[in-house]
């Protein structure tokens, strides 16, 4: 029998590249925080998956981007996009908050973003298979059960 998820207001989608150990750990510890309720995850090597929302993979090189899904057009990328998952965690709401509030805090932000983002490799490794989570995105929001570890294909 399908699995439904449990209805939420406005569910998400989180592109990371699947291949980066810093992008792979940070999505790891969002889907135990999240277990699949709000957040769903597309690697950004999966054209298949992306191109219902008019993306390539070549796209996900800017940056992750985040999709909400009752909106699709409504999408944030790079540093706006990590912003956006925190302030959709309630334990990160006045983080995000007090950071947004603090003078030049964004524009650093953005600048260590995007040197973590054009470095990540180098700096944390790059995994030999790409790492698919155990709460992929789910077109029609009927899925399977999902394992308890998640996969990695190549």
Same mark, same amino acid.
């Given at each position: 029998?399908?699995?439904?998820?449990?209805? #939420?207001?406005?569910?998400?989608?989180? #592109?990371?590249?699947?291949?980066?150990?810093?992008?792979?750990?940070?999505?790891?510890?969002?889907?135990?925080?999240?277990?699949?309720?709000?957040?769903?995850?597309?690697?950004?090597?999966?054209?298949?998956?992306?191109?219902?929302?008019?993306?390539?993979?070549?796209?996900?090189?800017?940056?992750? #981007?985040? #999709?909400?899904?009752?909106?699709?057009?409504?999408?944030?990328?790079?540093?706006?996009?990590?912003?956006?998952?925190?302030?959709?965690?309630?334990?990160?709401?006045?983080?995000?908050?007090?950071?947004?509030?603090?003078?030049?805090?964004?524009?650093?932000?953005?600048?260590?973003?995007?040197?973590?983002?054009?470095?990540?490799?180098?700096?944390?490794?790059?995994?030999?298979?790409?790492?698919?989570?155990?709460?992929?995105?789910?077109?029609?929001?009927?899925?399977?059960?999902?394992?308890?570890?998640?996969?990695?294909?190549?």
């Amino acid at each position: 029998m399908p699995y439904r998820r449990h209805p #939420i207001s406005t569910m998400y989608c989180v #592109i990371y590249d699947g291949h980066c150990n810093l992008c792979v750990n940070l999505v790891r510890v969002l889907e135990t925080v999240d277990q699949g309720q709000r957040f769903q995850y597309i690697p950004m090597q999966d054209a298949v998956a992306l191109a219902p929302f008019g993306l390539t993979p070549t796209d996900g090189e800017a940056g992750m #981007i985040l #999709i909400d899904l009752a909106q699709p057009t409504r999408r944030w990328q790079g540093s706006d996009a990590a912003e956006e998952i925190g302030r959709q965690m309630p334990l990160l709401q006045g983080l995000i908050a007090a950071y947004r509030a603090l003078p030049g805090a964004k524009p650093t932000g953005d600048r260590v973003y995007a040197y973590i983002r054009d470095h990540r490799y180098p700096i944390f490794g790059q995994r030999a298979q790409r790492y698919q989570s155990a709460h992929p995105h789910c077109s029609d929001q009927t899925c399977h059960p999902f394992p308890t570890t998640s996969k990695v294909d190549a």
